[in-house]
């Protein structure tokens, strides 16, 4: 009997390791599918439009004439709307993350933790809502600028919508530092804000990183908020009170209507292609510094 319930321990063992490796390489495959089909597409479009025209130019401009597609608005806009909510976000949730780690009374922390996390459950249409009657309007009357749709407007709303992300992340990084380090730190005489932020923030450095990343990868990433917040002109902005389009909001907005297989289609197709490769850098960056941390504190 004992020798029967062994055997069958062995065989359901046996069975989710193979499930989980299964599950593992469909994933990949997937994943690998999506960049094939990207990159496939981009070969067509890549065909009638020269390279060097899609990288250098500075229009985009589909419908017109001359047919001018040049990723290079759509990069400095997503790069600036990104670039605005990490500016924003960044100290905010390495400083929350410390307080909520190291400083908040349980009561709060048990408060403030789930009501951080719920903003991740909010859905990115009703944060653009938000920018449109809220904070784009603010934004016009703070600046005396007669449209407040703008990359600063998606960057605040970015910031918001990341913000969940890097904090939980670095209260993780931050709390997997050793306790002995500060036990050390504060045996020697420095203070707790000298030890928080000489001792155990920079030993929480790989997993802090890792959190900005991933942050970052979440802000290049979203389509309905930008889409609805920035004001969607596809020209290369001079800062961020200017209206831009990002990349996902450009896809969002002109899949729907492109002709199947013109030179328009074959055109999102390349731009996704790129977006899929930085986003895909930024994470396997942030999945680097991730492990550094695992391998630091094992």
Same mark, same amino acid.
């Given at each position: 009997?004992?020798?029967?319930?062994?055997?069958?321990?062995?065989?359901?063992?046996?069975?989710?390791?193979?499930?989980?490796?299964?599950?593992?390489?469909?994933?990949?495959?997937?994943?690998?599918?999506?960049?094939?089909?990207?990159?496939?597409?981009?070969?067509?479009?890549?065909?009638?439009?020269?390279?060097?025209?899609?990288?250098?130019?500075?229009?985009?401009?589909?419908?017109?004439?001359?047919?001018?597609?040049?990723?290079? /608005?759509?990069?400095?806009? !997503?790069?600036?709307?990104?670039?605005?909510?990490?500016? &924003?976000?960044?100290?905010?949730?390495?400083?929350?993350?410390?307080?909520?780690?190291?400083?908040?009374?349980?009561?709060?922390?048990?408060?403030?933790?789930?009501?951080?996390?719920?903003? *991740?459950?909010?859905?990115?249409?009703?944060?653009?809502?938000?920018? &449109?009657?809220?904070?784009?309007?603010?934004?016009?009357?703070?600046?005396?600028?007669?449209?407040?749709?703008?990359?600063?407007?998606?960057?605040?709303?970015? *910031?918001?919508?990341?913000?969940?992300?890097?904090?939980?992340?670095?209260?993780?990084?931050?709390?997997?530092?050793?306790?002995?380090?500060?036990?050390?730190?504060?045996?020697?005489?420095?203070?707790?804000?000298?030890?928080?932020?000489?001792? &155990?923030?920079?030993?929480?450095?790989?997993?802090?990183?890792?959190?900005?990343?991933?942050?970052?990868?979440?802000?290049?990433?979203? !389509?309905? !908020?930008?889409?609805?917040?920035?004001?969607?002109?596809? *020209?290369? /902005?001079?800062?961020?009170?200017?209206?831009?389009?990002?990349? !996902?909001?450009?896809?969002?907005?002109?899949?729907?209507?492109?002709?199947?297989?013109?030179?328009?289609?074959?055109?999102?197709?390349?731009? *996704?292609?790129?977006?899929?490769?930085?986003?895909?850098?930024?994470?396997? &960056?942030?999945?680097?510094?991730?492990?550094?941390?695992?391998?630091?504190?094992?």
């Amino acid at each position: 009997m004992r020798d029967s319930n062994i055997r069958r321990r062995e065989r359901i063992d046996t069975f989710f390791k193979y499930l989980f490796e299964v599950t593992g390489y469909v994933t990949i495959a997937l994943l690998g599918g999506i960049f094939f089909m990207l990159v496939y597409n981009s070969v067509s479009f890549f065909a009638e439009i020269s390279p060097v025209d899609f990288f250098t130019g500075n229009q985009w401009e589909p419908e017109s004439s001359e047919g001018k597609y040049s990723i290079v /608005p759509l990069v400095i806009s !997503t790069g600036l709307v990104a670039l605005g909510s990490m500016i &924003i976000a960044v100290p905010l949730g390495i400083l929350c993350a410390v307080y909520l780690a190291e400083l908040a009374p349980t009561r709060v922390r048990n408060i403030l933790k789930p009501a951080i996390e719920m903003l *991740a459950a909010i859905p990115s249409v009703a944060i653009g809502f938000l920018g &449109i009657v809220l904070v784009g309007p603010g934004i016009a009357k703070l600046f005396g600028i007669q449209n407040g749709l703008n990359a600063l407007n998606g960057s605040v709303l970015l *910031a918001v919508m990341a913000l969940p992300t890097i904090i939980t992340i670095c209260e993780d990084a931050i709390n997997a530092v050793p306790k002995t380090y500060k036990e050390a730190s504060l045996a020697l005489g420095a203070d707790t804000w000298k030890t928080l932020f000489k001792v &155990i923030v920079p030993a929480a450095a790989p997993g802090i990183i890792a959190a900005v990343m991933l942050g970052l990868g979440r802000a290049l990433g979203e !389509t309905m !908020t930008v889409l609805m917040a920035t004001g969607n002109a596809s *020209a290369i /902005p001079c800062g961020f009170l200017d209206s831009v389009r990002t990349i !996902t909001a450009t896809i969002a907005i002109e899949m729907g209507e492109v002709p199947y297989k013109t030179t328009h289609y074959f055109a999102l197709f390349a731009i *996704a292609a790129v977006l899929f490769i930085i986003t895909l850098v930024i994470n396997l &960056i942030g999945e680097y510094f991730a492990n550094r941390r695992r391998r630091f504190h094992a």
